[in-house]
């Protein structure tokens, strides 16, 4: 096995927890390099049963996904079963609520593959989180008008989830003059 190749992982094994910056950001380059040619099956098997005897993460992005969702299931029983905000921590210092809103944005661009889909998959999952709130909006205006059928809400009156109705109403009327109210929701 080659000198440079074996001081390297010896950096790796003993001290890449310790080591300065600039140190590991070189040694970095060599462990990407290490899992590149792993993922190209061009890395020898000794250099494979090596790196593999001290937990070498061969798929560190799959890793990091997995933990998350230990985390999102963490803070879901911790939280009745809601979903994090987009910039809670959970636990302390992990962006769980950031990676979250990232998870959604490969949804809605079809990035997201199949496997880790099909964790998100559950009937409370919410991928538009604004279209999500428009409709909660809506459903409380159409129950307003049920109990108030011949008045709209008053601009500072709330309704519901101590919401401002009247004033939601009055940005949706604003949106609408301006042209930014979709066919489909004016109806």
Request: aromatic share 16%; hydrophobic share 30%.
């Amino acid at each position: 096995m080659e000198e440079e190749w074996l001081k390297n992982f010896n950096f790796l094994k003993e001290s890449y927890q310790i080591l300065p910056r600039e140190e590991k950001r070189k040694l970095n380059h060599w462990i990407t390099r290490q899992r590149w040619l792993y993922n190209k099956g061009k890395l020898d098997k000794e250099k494979v049963v090596l790196l593999s005897t001290i937990g070498f993460d061969w798929k560190p992005q799959q890793s990091f996904f997995q933990l998350q969702v230990k985390y999102l299931d963490e803070y879901r029983k911790v939280h009745d079963g809601n979903w994090p905000k987009k910039h809670e921590e959970y636990p302390d210092g992990n962006k769980l609520g950031q990676w979250l809103n990232r998870i959604r944005q490969e949804i809605k661009k079809n990035k997201l593959s199949p496997e880790k889909l099909a964790y998100f998959h559950t009937d409370n999952f919410v991928v538009d989180v604004k279209q999500k709130l428009w409709d909660d909006r809506f459903e409380e205006l159409v129950s307003f008008r049920h109990l108030f059928p011949d008045r709209w809400p008053m601009t500072s009156e709330k309704y519901g989830k101590n919401f401002k109705l009247g004033y939601w109403c009055a940005q949706q009327r604003q949106l609408f003059a301006k042209g930014g109210i979709v066919n489909q929701r004016h109806q």
